[in-house]
């Protein structure tokens, strides 16, 4: 989760995922290191905050948006990861401002995307394993 070829190598087209680190940052993935996920109808520029072993967040500036800024504002994604035997969990927070008559629409994808995110990250973690 803290290697930005997680997110970039896999991106479905049209959709694109870039990271950009200053001259003072020593790892693509660290702590101010810019980041924005693009593509029709999405427009998450934000920047790497808090960064441990079990806790990553990406604090999204004012201006992002999903489908419209009047319907989703994201403003803050959160992973969190522990360990249980030869297993890791993760669980993940997308906190948004989202408009009230879109909110059950909203909800319903969030569900279906970030199960398929889950389903497709075990993947990504076999296929590097192997």
Do not use: C
Request: net charge positive.
């Amino acid at each position: 989760m803290n290697d930005p070829k997680t997110f970039i190598d896999n991106q479905t087209w049209p959709f694109r995922v870039e990271f950009l680190r200053n001259e003072n940052q020593k790892h693509d993935f660290d702590k101010g290191v810019l980041n924005t996920h693009h593509g029709p109808m999405l427009s998450l520029a934000g920047e790497i905050g808090e960064l441990t072993p079990h806790y990553r967040d990406l604090q999204y500036y004012y201006g992002s948006y999903v489908f419209s800024f009047r319907l989703v504002r994201p403003f803050r994604l959160e992973f969190w990861t522990e360990d249980r035997g030869d297993k890791r969990i993760l669980k993940m927070q997308l906190s948004s401002y989202v408009a009230p008559s879109f909110y059950k629409i909203w909800n319903w994808g969030q569900n279906i995307f970030w199960n398929r995110f889950g389903k497709w990250m075990n993947k990504n973690i076999k296929k590097r394993n192997s």
